[in-house]
């Protein structure tokens, strides 16, 4: 997950999401059920028996009648995915209610997690900062977690990086990466802290020798750019293509990116476009957007403003600034697609309204 802004070439990064996903897995609670809770537990994943979500659902309900809180989570969970059962959030809503009630904090965090998406529920930050409360003050670094990405995001209104950084620290002294890797992100931007590229490298690089994608992105990027460490373009392309690796699309763009421009390799514009296309695969807009360049530029592709436009038009739509500004030209020239000055207008007051400032000049040209 990247909260900040960290201007590459031709990239940038986004959020990938605001909340982590349900772990599918914790160890027991010490309570009644237990024996059923762990022939589930061994179904459910496959250990010294074939792997049966029924089997699992079978002694994971078992569990759940002799008061097992942890039986109900996993039932939570399995309703919530959809294994083995028709997926309803409503019934893992119920599971998750029965065990938050008894104060269990896997469950209290869930039910933060479904107010937070509106999962079976209405979306209520509110409740969801609620839930999230309690089950951080009971220790648990999931929650810890949510309710630092709430107090960055300001939801419910109530944005505090100061708070951020404590809850996620809360978090990462429990060894939670994506905790580690959102106070790297804190100490990259000077975020309820003091700006530190040095603290923000050492703790992207604890997080990346767990293998996430993320700090390996990072690490790229501040090796690419000499923030906190000496400038190594070439070390920069081995953490982001370890990173791109993984499926991270904001790595594969860095890294076509290097390509593209011939940043610590040679250049190579096939190699760029494939990384672009890897992104594109994921809808991502800006990956559109270079693919679109690469054909208008002719760049180890025949030159062609016809499929230019095509990918611009498809970067458009993904809100891209960039694509709509470049279709808009190409309408206004009448390059790849008929003229239309109409058309033209369309698309760079669409790219203006996101702050294009090509955009808006050549808008005031043709309004003259």
Request: hydrophobic share 35%.
């Given at each position: 997950m990247h909260f900040h802004p960290k201007k590459a070439a031709c990239t940038s990064f986004v959020i990938a999401s605001c909340i982590a996903p349900l772990y599918a897995s914790v160890l027991p609670d010490l309570n009644s059920g237990n024996a059923e809770y762990q022939q589930g537990l061994s179904y459910l994943h496959g250990s010294h028996v074939p792997k049966s979500y029924h089997h699992a659902i079978t002694h994971f309900q078992k569990a759940a009648r002799q008061g097992n809180l942890d039986a109900h989570n996993r039932l939570g969970d399995l309703h919530y995915f959809g294994l083995g059962v028709h997926q309803s959030y409503a019934k893992a809503f119920a599971h998750f209610q029965k065990a938050a009630q008894q104060g269990n904090a896997e469950a209290l965090d869930n039910l933060g997690v479904m107010y937070a998406h509106?999962?079976?529920?209405?979306?209520?930050?509110?409740?969801?900062?609620?839930?999230?409360?309690?089950?951080?003050?009971?220790?648990?670094?999931?929650?810890?977690?949510?309710?630092?990405?709430?107090?960055?995001?300001?939801?419910?209104?109530?944005?505090?990086?100061?708070?951020?950084?404590?809850?996620?620290?809360?978090?990462?002294?429990?060894?939670?990466?994506?905790?580690?890797?959102?106070?790297?992100?804190?100490?990259?931007?000077?975020?309820?802290?003091?700006?530190?590229?040095?603290?923000?490298?050492?703790?992207?690089?604890?997080?990346?020798?767990?293998?996430?994608?993320?700090?390996?992105?990072?690490?790229?990027?501040?090796?690419?750019?000499?923030?906190g460490v000496a400038k190594s373009e070439?070390?920069?392309?081995?953490?982001?293509?370890?990173?791109?690796?993984?499926?991270?699309?904001?790595?594969?763009?860095?890294?076509?990116?290097?390509?593209?421009?011939?940043?610590?390799?040679?250049?190579?514009?096939?190699?760029?476009?494939?990384?672009?296309?890897?992104?594109?695969?994921?809808?991502?807009?800006?990956?559109?957007?270079?693919?679109?360049?690469?054909?208008?530029?002719?760049?180890?592709?025949?030159?062609?403003?016809?499929?230019?436009?095509?990918?611009?038009?498809?970067?458009?739509?993904?809100?891209?600034?960039?694509?709509?500004?470049?279709?808009?030209i190409l309408y206004l020239n009448g390059m790849g697609v008929p003229h239309s000055v109409e058309k033209a207008k369309n698309y760079l007051t669409q790219a203006a309204q996101q702050g294009e400032q090509h955009a808006i000049a050549i808008l005031n040209k043709i309004s003259a």
């Open positions: 509106g999962q079976g529920v209405k979306q209520d930050y509110a409740k969801a900062r609620y839930y999230y409360q309690q089950a951080a003050d009971k220790g648990y670094a999931l929650a810890q977690l949510h309710l630092g990405n709430m107090y960055y995001l300001g939801h419910a209104g109530m944005r505090s990086y100061a708070k951020a950084f404590m809850y996620y620290q809360k978090a990462a002294d429990q060894n939670n990466a994506v905790a580690q890797n959102r106070l790297a992100d804190l100490y990259y931007a000077g975020e309820g802290v003091s700006q530190s590229y040095a603290k923000a490298l050492v703790l992207y690089q604890k997080v990346a020798n767990q293998g996430n994608a993320d700090a390996l992105d990072n690490l790229g990027y501040l090796y690419a750019n000499g923030q070439s070390k920069a392309i081995v953490y982001y293509q370890k990173a791109a690796a993984k499926g991270l699309v904001i790595a594969q763009l860095h890294l076509g990116n290097m390509y593209h421009l011939g940043h610590g390799v040679k250049q190579d514009y096939a190699k760029a476009r494939h990384y672009y296309l890897q992104a594109a695969k994921e809808h991502n807009g800006l990956a559109y957007d270079n693919l679109g360049t690469l054909y208008a530029n002719g760049q180890g592709v025949p030159q062609s403003y016809q499929k230019a436009a095509d990918y611009f038009r498809e970067g458009a739509k993904l809100g891209n600034a960039r694509s709509a500004y470049s279709l808009g």
